[in-house]
């Protein structure tokens, strides 16, 4: 028998803590996650809407899993974000590269657009897999345009998904002297950092 608990937040950034209140529901019985939505976020919010379906989505597949875990929904700008924390078997759901991650998030995606209609951007994380990434490829960021910076020379990283390269793109603008651009194709495009010319 799994706990699955689902704790639904207000739009807020996407640095901001998670929420500490939530509402359990027992086994496979969703009702306490649908008591804990309605009380939170407006209906009519499409962001939330996704957020919703999303959770609902990912707490049946836990269910199904027999896996245990607590599912957090926030709105960062234009997304809906949905996360996945506490249980010990959710590694599983990460893959050794995120590449299980990445497939999950897509069926998420998915699962909202059918009940939706519309294209889902949403944005998962399990296990804080995503959010240890970004961080990492944020200072990696950094690091790349302070050694381009000091040595003149460019530099190429390893492949990465659109995700991953946008974190290197935005950390590397926020310094000044280098620029960044993707090379290649799919799935080995690639961030390069240039001196500015």
């Known amino acids: 028998m799994t706990q699955n608990d689902v704790s639904r937040a207000t739009p807020t950034g996407v640095d901001s803590e998670p929420p500490t209140g939530t509402e359990s529901g027992g086994g496979s019985e969703p009702s ?50 949905v996360s996945i924390d506490g249980g010990s078997d959710l590694q599983k759901l990460v893959g050794s590269q995120g590449e299980v991650l990445d ?34 490829l944020s200072r990696l960021g950094a690091e790349v345009a302070s050694r381009v910076l000091a040595t003149g020379l460019p530099e190429e990283l390893q492949p990465m998904t659109p995700f991953e390269r946008k974190i290197v793109h935005d950390a590397v603008a926020a310094a000044s002297g280098v620029v960044s651009e993707s090379d290649g194709a799919e799935p080995n495009r690639r961030v390069v950092v240039l001196p500015t010319p």
């Open 32 to 81: 306490g996650a649908k008591v804990a939505a309605a009380a939170v976020a407006p209906a009519e919010d499409p962001l939330v809407e996704e957020g919703e379906i999303a959770g609902d989505y990912l707490e049946q597949l836990l269910d199904t899993l027999d896996f245990d875990g607590d599912i957090d929904l926030d709105v960062d700008g234009e997304r809906a974000m």
């Open 103 to 136: 497939a999950l998030q897509e069926l998420t995606r998915l699962a909202v657009q059918q009940v939706t209609g519309e294209r889902s951007r949403l944005m998962l994380d399990v296990a804080g897999w995503r959010a240890a990434r970004r961080s990492k």
